[in-house]
């Protein structure tokens, strides 16, 4: 056996034994430290991590000033349950969010542990404020594993399976999505169908969508959608969600994914790089419709840990001390640079996109369809990490290839995996 791969092996025959397959490991490697967008693995090998956890990372691994805030607060008091007794980091993130979501309005929140329990609790309260059942997402959205995540969620593979029945009076409708033809006139037009056909406006309580769907691949909503759909909604007295799990916190290049259409959701849900690793989710909305559930009707025994809430508060200061908004702009821009000459360069890429640093290609078949090609997408996400370099698969046929990079990465980093990305590409064929 090579001893340089000796930790790894061992560890990943353990994984094997004693944990169930469902949870897949994208890579076969076992992380050891982390430090800004790098990663070691437990036999020593660097990686650049573009993954971040999934969209977690925005301030990358182990920012000092997070670690300082986690340690700090664990000293202090680590858990008390807000169900219990209340305490100021809790506060003080409710109040920012408060602030950064709705600015002038006023606007509530309520603290949780992921980002499904976020979706299930914002669907509670579109119901509980309006008295209806239904609620429409997108064809192609993510929302979570949790029963009625998995519902909410527009992608057959893997994520329902045989877990049925589904909750019902959940409906679903086309996303916006240009290379394959659905334009946002073509998406309203097959909602006012779901209307016409399957449940009444006046029945619907929440249309739940993602500014950018981050499984379903990168796909960013139109300003004219979104506009539409706040529109819409307002008219038939519809709550918008806005799920901001993954494009929050600086992933698009503004705060929020939404903010670029200039629109206000009455609700949106925040996880992932809301607390930079720790576990911490909310749903944030306008005031009256956050208190529509009595006492009670809201909780969860972690929910709004006190030390996740520290590091929360450490990466909303960063936000602000590092001025990640501009410098995740720069990145953005030498990311999509670097991606548009290598689809010169390669005829499998049919397709650039994304918004801010959330970027992404399609992988592609040479045939006039553009049918995707998964195969290879896989095979390139392999060699990439040959390379050093960690990327995922996303896409409701998994040929979509996502970069999740810190906020936090250096050019030179960047341009590092630019260079890992090329290599791959050619190795694959692509």
């Known amino acids: 056996m090579n001893i340089a791969t000796h930790n790894t092996k061992r560890l990943l025959a353990l994984r094997d034994q004693h944990v169930p397959r469902g949870i897949i490991t994208a890579h076969p490697v076992v992380a050891a430290r982390g430090e800004g967008a790098q990663l070691w693995d437990v036999d020593g090998k660097r990686f650049l991590d573009f993954v971040g956890g999934i969209g977690v990372l925005n301030t990358g691994h182990c920012h000092p000033r997070l670690v300082e805030a986690v340690r700090r607060q664990v000293g202090e008091i680590s858990h008390a349950s807000f169900q219990v007794a209340a305490y100021e980091p809790y506060l003080e993130v409710v109040a920012r969010l ?7 309005e006023h606007f509530k929140s309520v603290l949780f542990t992921s980002g499904a329990e976020a979706v299930e609790n914002a669907i509670k309260i579109a119901r509980s404020h309006t008295n209806r059942p239904g609620v429409i997402s997108f064809r192609g959205g993510f929302h979570g594993r949790t029963l009625l995540g998995v519902t909410l969620t527009g992608m057959s593979q893997p994520y329902k399976q045989n877990f049925g029945p589904f909750p019902s009076d959940v409906f679903h409708t086309p996303y916006p999505n240009a290379l394959r033809g659905i334009t946002s006139d073509v998406a309203l037009a097959a909602l006012e169908e779901v209307f016409a056909t399957d449940i009444a406006p006046e029945r619907v ?5 993602e500014p950018v769907q981050g499984d379903g691949g990168f796909l960013p909503a139109p300003v004219e959608f979104m506009q539409s759909l706040r529109k ?3 008219h038939h007295g519809i709550i918008l969600i806005v799920d901001e799990i993954q494009t929050g916190f600086g992933r698009t290049g503004k705060m929020f994914g939404f903010q670029h259409a200039d629109i206000q959701p009455d609700l949106v849900t925040t996880a992932k790089s809301l607390a930079g690793g720790m576990p911490l989710s909310a749903v944030t909305g306008r005031a009256h419709i956050m208190d529509a559930p009595a006492p009670g009707g809201l909780g969860g025994t972690y929910g709004g840990n006190p030390v996740a809430c520290a590091a929360a508060l450490a990466v909303m200061d960063l936000f602000v001390e590092e001025d990640l908004l501009a410098q995740g702009e720069k990145l953005a821009a030498q990311l999509r640079d670097g991606l548009l000459e290598l689809q010169k360069r390669y005829t499998s890429i049919a397709q650039v996109r994304g918004l ?28 990439a990490r040959e390379h050093g370099l960690l990327v995922i698969k996303c896409g409701v046929h998994r040929n979509v290839i996502r970069f999740l990079a810190p906020l936090v990465t250096t050019p030179d980093q960047l341009t590092e995996a630019l260079k890992m990305l090329d290599r791959a590409l050619a190795d694959a064929g692509a």
């Not at 309580?205 to 969508?209: D, E, F, G, M, T």
């Open 205 to 209: 309580a929440a249309i739940i969508l």
């Open 356 to 383: 801010g640093f959330m970027q992404a290609i399609e992988i592609t078949h040479a045939d006039t369809a553009l049918s995707a090609n998964s195969d290879l997408t896989q095979t390139i996400i392999d060699r």
């Open 98 to 104: 408060n602030h950064l979501i709705g600015g002038e």
């Open 232 to 234: 819409l909604c307002t």
